[in-house]
């Protein structure tokens, strides 16, 4: 029963007590007397009825103060403390109680803030104890990240379902051109703990290169790694390089692919250069033929007819002085203007050619359900090439086979011919025009829903091969040749494998390696959650007038920690004049948002921050109200889970006076920078939040549905904007 059911059935039991034994006695009486009596009774009891209600009442009230004061004094003042002991044990070892109310309270106030004082000397103890224990960890950490941050080249960590566990500041620089959708727009980048590397990296692109090294383990091999190459929207142009982080098992048998790191380099400059250099040597080679001809001639004349006419060999020393112009000239303007006409060629990577036909049959047998089948393999040869494009290239083939001639049955064959080795594509079937495959070899690859802005023609090309059809008459089969150059890897040399010693150096004991991609679940624990932490500054308090926002902030929580650095903060033009009451209270003033991008190009990019997660805010009524009113303009729908702190404190305090941000803050230790800031707010909601999370928890409140269904009952979310 709860405090306010309990003052009710006092209330009762008081106006019981006073006129019961009244009326009992009164009725007693009336009963046992005759009938002359009851009417002089009436006679002597009638005249004072309304003096008897009044002293009755007057009584009533006197007792319903009494039990009142009482009972905010004991009552509510126990009720008030206890909360207050659970904010010191879970949220802020710095709270005391207050001494307040009638004496005995106040002797277990002081007697509280006594014990509290053991229990923190005992807890400083246990602390440095263990910070001493964890030093030498921490210098670990330290080192470690300050390797990372040294590195010129980009670093993520991933678990296997592709959420970043770990990365460096190269690796957010070189990611920020990257940034997809409305997070482009204000120059954001999707890179942050616990977020998906697919919203960086192509799936199929990371897919493809763990299958790689799946096969490596599998065999053995001496490098279990896999390269692949990206282009950003720029037109940069990235080296990737995946390797996998293995279970700690002393059993290398047993040892099974947790994650993966990702090395991430920007190889467009070097590729610049090489490209730079082969076009000069071209230009200059192709230019310089016929004037060195012409030079050639000259002198020749010259030395062959020493006696010449001085007008005749004047000529021949203009011609040699005209050719030598003329290659000087071209020489600057080679230097000025062959970059207009660079053509990118893609660096390829030394793969087993087994490992590519294993790659295709897979992708072919899931995508279109068609047989494959191997014929004269060397599965010792290796090859030069880009593996996804090249695999792309031949699921294309068999894609267009299946849709064209309904092939039954496709075969491979890989033999080596010299330096170059001959991939075979095998069917039996009709025989197909030299015009279809011209077709296909020069239009835009296509697998299903799968799109490639290459053709058949380019990724020949970026490799150095050729490509060809020819049919085996006798066999009534067609095939595609694949020719391709062939790679001896160093790897495989001298010795050919490496012993795993299982020494590998682990870098850190994460937990979301253990993190399974699932949507928001309703009944999933706080703890596991993610979560966006917001807030708004607004012209006014009136979204359904007119009022807009003029500043979005947000940080991130994962794995219950307060992502400071993973943060969402800006500025938004209104596109109106601010309310001048308003600036002394945000500090925001029309020339700070003047020129900012407005809200359609805001609230995508921060649809995007906060996906997949949870939103946070305190007062969030009134902060989703202006996100709501901006969906038809925008189509921005925000429709994940919203919790509240100002409904949470209903929750966990309901007899404390103030739920302001303030209060609660300062009732949970925690000191607000920036206060009406939107990034300032939001960084306190979120540390407010994390405090909660102990406490609600110890009300049985663990999972998202609990945390929504408490909120919902209290007073406050009757609250509407």
Not at 401 to 426: N, S, T
Not at 615 to 626: I, K, S
Request: hydrophobic content about 45%.
């Amino acid at each position: 029963m709860n405090a306010r059911a309990r003052f009710i059935l006092s209330v009762v039991i008081l106006g019981l007590l006073m006129t019961g034994p009244f009326l009992i006695t009164a009725l007693l009486i009336w009963v046992s007397a005759k009938p002359v009596e009851q009417e002089l009774l009436i006679q002597l009891i009638v005249p004072h009825l309304s003096l008897g209600a009044l002293m009755t009442t007057f009584g009533f009230v006197v007792g319903l103060l009494v039990i009142r004061y009482l009972f905010r004094q004991y009552v509510q003042g126990l009720l008030k403390m206890a909360e207050n002991l659970h904010l010191m044990l879970s949220a802020n070892r710095d709270f005391r109680v207050a001494p307040e109310g009638p004496p005995e309270v106040r002797l277990l106030a002081e007697a509280t803030n006594a014990l509290a004082q053991q229990r923190d000397g005992l807890m400083d103890d246990v602390e440095a104890q263990i910070a001493a224990a964890k030093a030498s960890v921490e210098d670990e950490k330290n080192r470690l990240a300050a390797l990372m941050s040294e590195l010129a080249q980009a670093v993520v960590v991933c678990n296997l379902d592709g959420r970043i566990l770990l990365y460096n500041s190269r690796a957010r620089l070189q990611f920020k051109a990257l940034a997809r959708g409305g997070t482009s727009a204000v120059g954001g980048a999707l890179i942050g703990l616990g977020r998906s590397i697919f919203s960086i990296l192509e799936r199929n692109q990371i897919d493809h290169a763990l299958e790689v090294v799946r096969q490596r383990l599998d065999k053995d091999a001496a490098a279990s790694i896999a390269n692949f190459i990206t282009t950003t929207r720029g037109g940069q142009l990235l080296r990737v390089q995946l390797v996998p982080v293995l279970s700690a098992s002393a059993d290398s048998q047993l040892r099974q692919m947790t994650g993966y790191v990702l090395t991430v380099e920007n190889i467009t400059r070097s590729l610049e250069q090489e490209s730079r250099r082969d076009q000069v040597l071209q230009s200059l080679t192709d230019g310089s033929r016929g004037s060195l001809a012409n030079i050639r001639v000259a002198v020749g004349n010259l030395m062959d007819y020493p006696d010449m006419e001085p007008e005749i060999r004047e000529r021949f020393v203009g011609i040699i002085g005209d050719e030598v112009l003329r290659m000087s000239q071209r020489l600057d303007l080679t230097m000025n203007e062959f970059a207009d006409s660079l053509k990118t060629r893609w660096p390829l990577e030394d793969v087993l050619g087994m490992d590519i036909i294993a790659a295709a049959q897979r992708r072919i047998e899931q995508q279109l359900r068609l047989v494959t089948k191997t014929e004269e393999i060397d599965d010792t040869l290796w090859l030069r090439a880009e593996s996804f494009s090249l695999v792309f290239s031949i699921c294309f083939l068999a894609f267009r086979l299946v849709e064209h001639y309904q092939i039954k049955e496709l075969r491979f064959r890989l033999q080596p011919f010299g330096r170059l080795a001959y991939l075979d594509l095998i069917w039996a079937g009709h025989a197909m025009s030299s015009e279809t495959f011209y077709t296909w070899e020069n239009d835009a690859m296509q697998v299903g829903t799968e799109n490639s802005p290459l053709s058949l023609r380019d990724v020949i090309d970026r490799h150095g091969g050729e490509i060809w059809y020819d049919r085996e008459k006798a066999a009534h089969r067609g095939y595609f040749r694949f020719v391709l150059p062939v790679a001896v890897p160093e790897s495989m040399t001298s010795g050919g494998m490496i012993e795993d010693t299982g020494e590998r150096p682990e870098y850190y004991d994460f937990d979301l390696f253990h993190f399974r991609d699932r949507s928001i679940d309703l009944d999933r624990p706080l703890s596991e959650l993610a979560y966006t932490v917001f807030d708004t500054e607004t012209t006014g308090l009136e979204p359904a007038s007119g009022d807009e926002i003029i500043q979005i902030g947000a940080v991130r929580i994962v794995n219950g920690r307060l992502l400071r650095n993973e943060n969402f903060d800006h500025l938004v033009d209104p596109e109106r004049l601010l309310r001048p009451e308003g600036i002394p209270i945000h500090g925001i003033t029309d020339d700070m948002v003047r020129g900012q991008p407005n809200i359609d190009a805001v609230l995508p990019a921060f649809h995007d921050f906060c996906s997949d997660t949870v939103l946070v805010a305190h007062n969030a009524a009134f902060d989703m109200r202006f996100l709501q009113i901006k969906e038809q303009r925008s189509g921005v729908v925000f429709s994940q889970p919203v919790l509240d702190t100002l409904l949470l404190s209903g929750v966990l305090h309901p007899n404390q006076e103030s739920h302001q941000l303030d209060s609660i803050a300062e009732r949970l230790g925690i000191r607000i920078d920036g206060r009406h800031n939107a990034l300032g707010d939001a960084t306190a909601t979120g540390e407010v939040f994390l405090k909660m999370l102990p406490l609600l928890a110890q009300k049985g409140i663990v999972t998202l549905r609990q945390a929504l269904e408490a909120a919902e009952k209290t007073y406050f979310a009757r609250v509407k904007y």
